[in-house]
Nanobody, 128 residues
Framework: QVHLVESGGGLVQAGGSLRVSCATS????????RGWFRQAPGKERHFVGA???????FYSDSVKGRFALSRDNAKNIHYLQMNSLKPEDTAVYFC??????????????????????WGQGTQVTVSS
């Protein structure tokens, strides 16, 4: 079984930065693709970004240039660095893992069905 636990959410002013982390546990997971989604109040969950085990990254257009994904394969932790935050970035942020290392691309990663395991989410609130 794979477990994911997010941390680092909180309240930040517009224009500020925040980093959320996702600690994962399980067998043979170090090479799995890691990702982030977010869900704003009253809205569907949307793809934020993904990172392969070799460090290739994919981002949604809404965060490209402001957010950055990274990962520590030895520690099984992946990170979402969020810069130049806007009030519309307010959401619950979910980390996720997919065991599929064959298919790739922003479109493929944007589907929730691509992902196999999910964390419980961490709240990020950006005040104006």
């Amino acid at each position: 079984q794979v477990h994911l636990v997010e941390s680092g959410g909180g309240l930040v002013q517009a224009g500020g930065s925040l980093r959320v982390s996702c600690a994962t546990s399980g067998r043979n997971i170090s090479t799995y693709v890691r990702g982030w989604f977010r869900q704003a109040p009253g809205k569907e969950r949307h793809f934020v970004g993904a990172i392969t085990w070799t460090g290739d990254t994919f981002y949604s257009d809404s965060v490209k240039g402001r957010f950055a994904l990274s990962r520590d394969n030895a520690k099984n932790i992946h990170y979402l660095q969020m810069n130049s935050l806007k009030p519309e970035d307010t959401a619950v942020y979910f980390c996720t893992i997919t065991m599929d290392r064959v298919h790739t691309g922003t479109t493929y990663y944007s589907y929730e069905s691509t992902w196999d395991y999910w964390g419980q989410g961490t709240q990020v609130t950006v005040s104006s």
